[in-house]
Nanobody, 113 residues
Framework: QLQLVESGGGLVQPGGSLRLSCVASGAFTNYYTIGWFRQAPGKEREGIACISSVDVSPNYLDSVKDRFTISKDNAKSTVYLQMNSLEPEDTAVYYC??????WGQGTQVTVSA
């Protein structure tokens, strides 16, 4: 099985930046498509970015595509989400997903003045 651990969340002012990390451990850690999801209080969980095992054609939610960048370091089995120009609407718990099957516990991102 695969285990995922997110980190890097916190409190940031509007316009600020954060970099989230998702560290994968277990069998075949670099063979999955990895996605970042988020869920705000009272709202549905939504997919915001994903990257394949061969690093082709990353996909982004329209509302974040010009501000967020997904990348990965295969040697470290880690996927990153660089978030720039953060807005209060980005406040949510951010989750890492692997292969549409495995989930991390999430990391809180709060954007507020």
């Amino acid at each position: 099985q695969l285990q995922l651990v997110e980190s890097g969340g916190g409190l940031v002012q509007p316009g600020g930046s954060l970099r989230l990390s998702c560290v994968a451990s277990g069998a075949f850690t670099n063979y999955y498509t990895i996605g970042w999801f988020r869920q705000a209080p009272g709202k549905e969980r939504e997919g915001i970015a994903c990257i394949s095992s061969v690093d082709v054609s990353p996909n982004y939610l329209d509302s974040v595509k010009d501000r967020f960048t997904i990348s990965k370091d295969n040697a470290k089995s880690t996927v990153y989400l660089q978030m720039n120009s953060l807005e209060p609407e980005d406040t949510a718990v951010y989750y890492c997903n692997a292969g549409s099957k495995y989930w991390g516990q999430g990391t809180q991102v709060t954007v507020s003045a």
